[in-house]
T-cell receptor
Framework: KQEVTQIPAALSVPEGENLVLNCSFTDSAIYNLQWFRQDPGKGLTSLLLIQSSQREQTSGRLNASLDKSSGRSTLYIAASQPGDSATYLCAVLDSGNTPLVFGKGTRLSVIA | EPEVTQTPSHQVTQMGQEVILRCVPISNHLYFYWYRQILGQKVEFLVSFYNNEISEKSEIFDDQFSVERPDGSNFTLKIRSTKLEDSAMYFC????????????FGSGTQLSVL
Protein backbone atom coordinates (compact mmCIF):
# COMPACT_ATOMS: atom_id res chain seq x y z
CA LYS A 1 0.00 0.00 0.00
CA GLN A 2 1.41 3.37 -1.04
CA GLU A 3 2.46 5.66 1.80
CA VAL A 4 3.47 9.29 1.30
CA THR A 5 5.56 11.13 3.88
CA GLN A 6 6.43 14.80 3.96
CA ILE A 7 9.27 16.31 5.93
CA PRO A 8 9.39 18.69 7.67
CA ALA A 9 5.87 18.96 9.06
CA ALA A 10 6.35 22.69 9.56
CA LEU A 11 8.90 25.22 8.38
CA SER A 12 9.40 28.89 9.14
CA VAL A 13 11.78 30.98 7.02
CA PRO A 14 12.55 34.67 6.54
CA GLU A 15 11.35 36.35 3.38
CA GLY A 16 13.68 35.99 0.42
CA GLU A 17 15.10 32.63 1.42
CA ASN A 18 15.18 29.71 -0.99
CA LEU A 19 13.70 26.54 0.48
CA VAL A 20 13.11 22.88 -0.24
CA LEU A 21 10.16 20.75 0.80
CA ASN A 22 10.55 16.99 0.74
CA CYS A 23 8.19 14.19 -0.17
CA SER A 24 8.88 10.46 -0.12
CA PHE A 25 6.75 7.56 -1.25
CA THR A 26 7.10 3.85 -0.59
CA ASP A 27 6.09 2.32 -3.94
CA SER A 28 8.06 3.64 -6.92
CA ALA A 29 5.55 2.32 -9.50
CA ILE A 30 3.79 5.64 -9.80
CA TYR A 31 1.89 7.21 -12.67
CA ASN A 32 2.46 10.80 -11.60
CA LEU A 33 3.07 13.05 -8.62
CA GLN A 34 1.37 16.35 -7.86
CA TRP A 35 2.19 19.18 -5.50
CA PHE A 36 -0.73 21.14 -4.08
CA ARG A 37 -1.04 24.26 -2.02
CA GLN A 38 -3.70 24.51 0.71
CA ASP A 39 -4.59 27.78 2.39
CA PRO A 40 -6.34 27.64 5.80
CA GLY A 41 -9.99 26.71 5.41
CA LYS A 42 -9.66 26.59 1.66
CA GLY A 43 -9.40 24.01 -1.08
CA LEU A 44 -6.34 22.58 -2.74
CA THR A 45 -4.66 24.30 -5.65
CA SER A 46 -2.58 22.17 -7.97
CA LEU A 47 0.88 23.69 -8.38
CA LEU A 48 2.83 21.19 -10.44
CA LEU A 49 2.22 17.74 -11.88
CA ILE A 50 5.16 15.53 -12.80
CA GLN A 51 4.58 12.46 -14.94
CA SER A 52 6.53 9.33 -14.04
CA SER A 53 8.69 9.75 -17.15
CA GLN A 54 9.69 13.31 -16.21
CA ARG A 55 12.44 14.47 -13.89
CA GLU A 56 11.18 17.95 -13.08
CA GLN A 57 8.59 20.61 -13.71
CA THR A 58 8.86 24.36 -13.25
CA SER A 59 6.31 27.10 -12.77
CA GLY A 60 7.57 30.55 -11.93
CA ARG A 61 9.51 30.41 -8.67
CA LEU A 62 8.53 26.78 -8.11
CA ASN A 63 10.49 23.77 -9.27
CA ALA A 64 9.51 20.19 -8.50
CA SER A 65 11.81 17.26 -9.08
CA LEU A 66 11.07 13.57 -9.15
CA ASP A 67 13.41 10.65 -8.48
CA LYS A 68 11.15 7.69 -8.96
CA SER A 69 13.74 5.03 -8.24
CA SER A 70 14.49 6.43 -4.80
CA GLY A 71 10.87 7.34 -4.11
CA ARG A 72 11.50 11.03 -3.60
CA SER A 73 10.28 14.38 -4.82
CA THR A 74 11.27 17.88 -3.79
CA LEU A 75 9.53 21.19 -4.19
CA TYR A 76 11.95 24.09 -4.45
CA ILE A 77 10.63 27.59 -3.80
CA ALA A 78 12.93 30.40 -4.82
CA ALA A 79 12.98 33.83 -3.17
CA SER A 80 10.15 33.02 -0.78
CA GLN A 81 7.47 35.64 -0.05
CA PRO A 82 4.95 36.00 2.79
CA GLY A 83 2.23 35.11 0.27
CA ASP A 84 3.82 31.66 -0.06
CA SER A 85 2.72 30.86 3.49
CA ALA A 86 0.42 27.84 3.23
CA THR A 87 0.43 24.07 3.61
CA TYR A 88 2.06 22.22 0.73
CA LEU A 89 0.78 18.75 -0.03
CA CYS A 90 2.41 16.05 -2.10
CA ALA A 91 0.15 13.44 -3.71
CA VAL A 92 0.99 10.33 -5.69
CA LEU A 93 -1.05 8.50 -8.28
CA ASP A 94 -0.07 4.85 -8.63
CA SER A 95 0.14 2.97 -11.91
CA GLY A 96 -2.67 0.66 -10.90
CA ASN A 97 -6.31 1.56 -10.60
CA THR A 98 -5.86 3.30 -7.25
CA PRO A 99 -6.71 6.82 -6.17
CA LEU A 100 -4.47 9.75 -5.38
CA VAL A 101 -2.59 9.24 -2.09
CA PHE A 102 -1.70 12.36 -0.13
CA GLY A 103 1.01 13.18 2.35
CA LYS A 104 0.17 15.09 5.49
CA GLY A 105 1.74 18.26 4.21
CA THR A 106 4.38 20.78 5.20
CA ARG A 107 3.07 23.97 6.82
CA LEU A 108 5.22 26.84 5.56
CA SER A 109 5.43 30.26 7.18
CA VAL A 110 7.40 32.97 5.43
CA ILE A 111 8.16 35.83 7.79
CA ALA A 112 8.42 39.38 6.43
CA GLU B 1 -10.46 30.94 -14.58
CA PRO B 2 -13.04 28.13 -14.27
CA GLU B 3 -13.39 26.71 -10.79
CA VAL B 4 -15.11 23.95 -8.87
CA THR B 5 -17.86 25.35 -6.66
CA GLN B 6 -19.05 23.72 -3.45
CA THR B 7 -22.04 24.54 -1.28
CA PRO B 8 -22.55 25.04 1.56
CA SER B 9 -19.18 26.13 2.90
CA HIS B 10 -20.21 25.01 6.38
CA GLN B 11 -22.83 22.46 7.45
CA VAL B 12 -23.77 21.62 11.02
CA THR B 13 -25.99 18.62 11.60
CA GLN B 14 -27.16 16.31 14.35
CA MET B 15 -25.93 12.74 14.49
CA GLY B 16 -28.21 10.45 12.52
CA GLN B 17 -29.41 13.16 10.14
CA GLU B 18 -28.96 13.03 6.39
CA VAL B 19 -26.79 15.62 4.67
CA ILE B 20 -26.24 16.43 1.02
CA LEU B 21 -23.09 18.20 -0.04
CA ARG B 22 -23.22 19.88 -3.41
CA CYS B 23 -20.62 20.53 -6.05
CA VAL B 24 -20.57 22.11 -9.47
CA PRO B 25 -17.51 20.76 -11.33
CA ILE B 26 -15.82 22.63 -14.15
CA SER B 27 -18.16 22.43 -17.11
CA ASN B 28 -16.08 20.49 -19.63
CA HIS B 29 -14.65 18.06 -17.08
CA LEU B 30 -15.60 14.40 -17.22
CA TYR B 31 -14.14 12.89 -14.02
CA PHE B 32 -15.47 13.84 -10.61
CA TYR B 33 -14.20 13.02 -7.14
CA TRP B 34 -14.95 13.41 -3.45
CA TYR B 35 -12.16 13.58 -0.89
CA ARG B 36 -12.27 14.40 2.78
CA GLN B 37 -9.85 15.70 5.37
CA ILE B 38 -10.40 15.12 9.06
CA LEU B 39 -8.80 17.89 11.10
CA GLY B 40 -5.07 17.33 11.40
CA GLN B 41 -5.07 14.29 9.13
CA LYS B 42 -4.30 13.52 5.51
CA VAL B 43 -6.65 14.17 2.63
CA GLU B 44 -8.41 10.85 1.93
CA PHE B 45 -10.05 9.60 -1.23
CA LEU B 46 -13.74 8.69 -1.02
CA VAL B 47 -15.06 8.08 -4.51
CA SER B 48 -14.57 8.80 -8.20
CA PHE B 49 -17.34 9.10 -10.76
CA TYR B 50 -17.25 8.89 -14.53
CA ASN B 51 -19.89 8.44 -17.19
CA ASN B 52 -22.67 8.50 -14.61
CA GLU B 53 -21.32 5.71 -12.48
CA ILE B 54 -18.86 5.13 -9.67
CA SER B 55 -15.47 4.12 -11.05
CA GLU B 56 -13.59 3.68 -7.76
CA LYS B 57 -14.43 3.94 -4.09
CA SER B 58 -12.52 3.61 -0.85
CA GLU B 59 -13.28 1.60 2.27
CA ILE B 60 -14.60 4.79 3.84
CA PHE B 61 -17.32 5.02 1.20
CA ASP B 62 -19.70 2.49 2.70
CA ASP B 63 -23.44 2.14 2.12
CA GLN B 64 -24.12 5.27 4.19
CA PHE B 65 -22.59 7.29 1.36
CA SER B 66 -23.90 7.84 -2.13
CA VAL B 67 -23.12 10.12 -5.05
CA GLU B 68 -25.30 11.43 -7.79
CA ARG B 69 -25.13 13.66 -10.82
CA PRO B 70 -28.77 14.72 -10.91
CA ASP B 71 -28.37 17.02 -13.91
CA GLY B 72 -25.69 18.19 -16.29
CA SER B 73 -23.93 20.42 -13.80
CA ASN B 74 -24.32 19.26 -10.19
CA PHE B 75 -22.50 16.45 -8.41
CA THR B 76 -23.68 15.55 -4.92
CA LEU B 77 -22.46 13.52 -1.97
CA LYS B 78 -25.13 12.22 0.38
CA ILE B 79 -24.50 10.82 3.84
CA ARG B 80 -27.65 9.03 4.94
CA SER B 81 -27.19 8.85 8.70
CA THR B 82 -24.30 10.97 9.88
CA LYS B 83 -21.93 9.87 12.64
CA LEU B 84 -19.64 11.97 14.80
CA GLU B 85 -16.65 10.62 12.90
CA ASP B 86 -18.03 11.98 9.63
CA SER B 87 -17.03 15.46 10.80
CA ALA B 88 -14.46 16.64 8.29
CA MET B 89 -13.79 18.98 5.40
CA TYR B 90 -15.22 17.44 2.24
CA PHE B 91 -13.63 18.39 -1.07
CA CYS B 92 -15.05 17.91 -4.51
CA UNK B 93 -12.63 17.72 -7.43
CA UNK B 94 -12.80 17.30 -11.17
CA UNK B 95 -10.45 16.57 -14.04
CA UNK B 96 -10.81 17.16 -17.73
CA UNK B 97 -10.07 13.97 -19.53
CA UNK B 98 -8.91 10.93 -17.73
CA UNK B 99 -7.43 9.56 -14.60
CA UNK B 100 -4.04 11.10 -14.02
CA UNK B 101 -4.88 14.53 -15.29
CA UNK B 102 -4.47 17.57 -13.09
CA UNK B 103 -7.17 17.76 -10.44
CA UNK B 104 -9.06 20.93 -9.70
CA PHE B 105 -10.46 21.12 -6.18
CA GLY B 106 -13.31 23.10 -4.72
CA SER B 107 -12.89 25.12 -1.53
CA GLY B 108 -14.63 22.45 0.53
CA THR B 109 -17.60 21.97 2.83
CA GLN B 110 -16.80 21.84 6.53
CA LEU B 111 -19.20 19.28 7.99
CA SER B 112 -19.70 19.25 11.75
CA VAL B 113 -21.75 16.42 13.23
CA LEU B 114 -22.94 17.07 16.78
Amino acid sequence: KQEVTQIPAALSVPEGENLVLNCSFTDSAIYNLQWFRQDPGKGLTSLLLIQSSQREQTSGRLNASLDKSSGRSTLYIAASQPGDSATYLCAVLDSGNTPLVFGKGTRLSVIA
Amino acid sequence: EPEVTQTPSHQVTQMGQEVILRCVPISNHLYFYWYRQILGQKVEFLVSFYNNEISEKSEIFDDQFSVERPDGSNFTLKIRSTKLEDSAMYFCASSEWERGEKLFFGSGTQLSVL
